[in-house]
């Protein structure tokens, strides 16, 4: 089965940094862009950075900029999203997502996982 | 913030066609394809209609999209009970070089 897994979420101070994964598995992960959305409690969806098949190429959402950084290893099938200088308007689930269909651009996410929850407080 | 907006709710009853609009700017859906997705309460979301109007192998026909300038259309046909939930529409945005999502539908069914 095509599959995306989260992890490593859970509750951190503000001015502090945490690190999620995303194991991926049934697909050939290298092929894809992938992305991380978030949404906070309540709240819409907020996409937040996506990444080349290679590492190449990386985007961010303005308001995570300097912050955080998107990184993938192809040989561990694994995405991650260094967090770091968390606010309390970082306090979501965040979601890893496959880009498909365009390999850039216009793709769509088509596979997601089950999310993982980020909560900033003290 | 989000820069493509939708009206916050829609509703209809079973059987009938419900329209959710989605409208953004020539940076974005002016000039890139539009998503769809569908988020049932307490699950991640699900891709409904990619690259304006396609339908992924297993969306009910019952769905469908459309893009015309710098907006977009979701509709839902012969409405069902199941299909109570979040709609979000999502293109990439050239100038601010990120994708971006509408504000969201909660689409009610009466």
């Known amino acids: 089965d095509v599959q995306l897994v989260e992890s490593g979420g859970g509750l951190v101070q503000p001015g502090g940094s945490l690190r999620l994964s995303c194991a991926a598995s049934g697909f050939t992960f290298s092929s894809y862009w992938m992305t991380w959305v978030r949404q906070g409690p309540g709240k819409g969806l907020e996409w937040v950075a996506c990444?080349?098949?290679?590492?190449?190429?990386?985007y961010y959402v303005d308001s995570v900029k300097g912050r955080f950084t998107i990184s993938r290893d192809n040989a561990k099938n694994s995405l991650y999203l260094q967090m770091s200088s968390l606010r309390a308007e970082d306090t979501a689930v965040y979601y890893c997502a496959r880009q498909a269909y365009y390999d850039g651009r216009d793709d769509a996410f088509d596979i997601w996982g089950q999310g993982t929850m980020v909560t900033v407080s003290s | 913030q989000s820069v493509l907006t939708q009206p916050p709710s829609a509703s209809g009853t079973p059987g009938q066609r419900v329209t959710i609009s989605c409208s953004g700017s020539?940076?974005?859906?002016?000039?890139?394809?539009v998503n769809w997705y569908q988020q049932l309460p307490g699950t991640a979301p699900k891709l409904l209609i990619y690259s304006n109007n396609q339908r992924p192998s297993g969306v009910p026909d019952r769905f469908s999209g459309s893009k015309s300038g710098t907006s977009a259309s979701l509709a839902i046909s012969g409405l069902q009970s199941e299909d109570e939930a979040d709609f979000y529409c999502?293109?990439?945005?050239?100038?601010?070089?990120?994708?971006?999502f509408g504000t969201g539908t909660k689409v009610t069914v009466l």
């Open positions: 020539s940076s974005n859906i002016g000039s890139n394809t």
């Open positions: 990444i080349k098949q290679d590492g190449s190429q990386k």
């Open positions: 999502a293109a990439w945005d050239d100038s601010l070089d990120g994708f971006v």
